[in-house]
């Protein structure tokens, strides 16, 4: 997802001098990610739907190349939440209320976030599947991707 919203970002931009507009996401679907990596660690609802969340920090913490703080500017480049922008393709995100491993919160407040900014973003919240989901998860992304590239192939650039 950070690379759905990332076009442009500075600092983010793929490596290799990929010319204008051909690194461009067309249309993007997340699966149980972690969208806001600060919230992740201090939103009182989102840290009781999460086990191990102080070992997720320091893990987390790892690859993001920081340590956990709330004002970092690593955790905030890394929170896809932060680099919304108008320009962003369509989304679809799917999650599940008992996924233990990512707050379903975290696709709630991504969809909230893409809306604000006028997206056309779509997100289906199931009650079972834990972080893996249903077996129809496939089937409804294609059916995702397949709607929003064929509206961008007959819409008008932006």
Do not use: C
Not at 29 to 55: C, H, M, P, W
Not at 129 to 158: D, N, Y
């Amino acid at each position: 997802m950070l690379l759905e919203v990332s076009d442009g970002v500075e600092g983010l931009k793929p490596p290799g001098g990929v010319a204008e507009g051909l690194s461009r996401i067309q249309a993007a679907a997340g699966i149980a990610g972690v969208y806001d990596f600060v919230a992740r660690f201090t939103d009182k609802d989102q840290l009781a739907l999460q086990s191990n969340a102080e070992k997720k920090r320091r893990t987390n913490g790892e690859w993001i190349g920081a340590a956990f703080s709330p004002t970092d500017a690593h955790w905030l480049q890394a929170s896809a939440i932060n680099h919304v922008n108008q320009a962003d393709p369509p989304v679809l995100l799917l999650h599940r209320r008992n996924d233990r491993t990512v707050p379903w919160l975290q696709s709630r407040d991504m969809h909230t976030r893409l809306k604000q900014a006028g997206i056309a973003a779509e997100i289906e919240i199931s009650n079972d599947g834990g972080h893996r989901g249903p077996a129809t998860a496939e089937k409804r992304i294609v059916a995702f991707f397949k709607k929003a590239l064929a509206e961008k192939a007959v819409a008008p650039a932006r």
